[in-house]
């Protein structure tokens, strides 16, 4: 069974804590996202990756930054966490193929964070 | 940034009634997919739509790309409690590997 792992369900942490999300998937999966969730707002991208030590900026990349040193690992970092940042985030992984599977996104259970 | 907007954005029913979720752009994608999320989860893909004027069928659900490829539909038919859930539609604009995700349709069937 495909599966892709974060680290932690429910995460709490202070203002100007550096927090550190961890995504794992066993599908060897080229590329990897990191979204966050909020009630209204669908999934906005924060960062993804196309190969091992590459990254891309998405729609909403401030105030984090990313990590992949392996191809099966994505970790997203939020340098000195705020408040605003409160959120439920999703990991994804995906394999450019072809016919309907195209771009099909396998997602983690994802990590709701609370910054006090 | 290409926009996709979903409506409604809540939609309550009762188990057995019939609903139409709406996915609308003024871009172009070259597929749009559906997924839903259940709470606790991540989503999950329903379908890919790749061709204009494309009609999927899953079961009692029922999916149309517009033949722009701006739109798309999702319909339910005799709805049950099992469907309840966020239903996200998310397009893919050319040959990129992102995807662009409506703000979701959270449906609630009622027994």
């Known amino acids: 069974d495909v599966k892709v792992t974060q680290s932690s369900r429910y995460l709490v942490k202070r203002t100007g804590e550096k927090v550190f999300l961890e995504c794992v998937q066993d599908?060897?999966?080229?590329?990897m996202f990191w979204y966050r969730q909020d009630p209204g707002l669908g999934l906005r991208l924060i960062y993804f990756?196309?190969?091992?030590?590459?990254?891309e900026k998405g729609d909403i990349p401030e105030g984090y930054s990313v990590s992949r040193e392996k191809k099966e690992r994505f970790s997203l970092i939020l340098e000195s966490a705020s408040t605003n940042q409160t959120s439920m985030y999703l990991c994804?992984?995906?394999?450019?193929?072809?016919?309907?599977?195209?771009?099909?996104?396998?997602f983690g259970p994802g990590t709701r964070l609370t910054v006090l | 940034t290409q926009l996709l907007e979903q409506s409604p954005q809540f939609l309550s029913i009762q188990e057995g009634e019939n609903l139409t979720v709406y996915c609308n752009s003024s871009s172009v994608f070259s597929s749009l997919q559906w997924y839903r999320q259940e709470p606790g989860e991540g989503p999950v893909l329903l379908v890919t739509v790749v061709t204009g004027g494309e009609v999927k069928k899953l079961k009692r659900l029922t999916f149309q790309f517009g033949d722009a490829r701006k739109d798309s539909s999702l319909h339910i038919t005799a709805a049950q409690p099992g469907d309840t859930g966020l239903y996200l539609c998310?397009?893919?604009?050319?040959?990129?590997?992102?995807?662009?995700f409506g703000s979701g349709t959270q449906l609630t069937v009622l027994p």
């Open positions: 990756s196309y190969d091992v030590k590459m990254k």
């Open positions: 998310a397009g893919v604009a050319g040959s990129a590997r992102q995807l662009t």
């Open positions: 599908m060897d999966h080229e590329n």
């Open positions: 994804a992984s995906s394999s450019p193929g072809q016919g309907s599977s195209y771009n099909e996104q396998f």
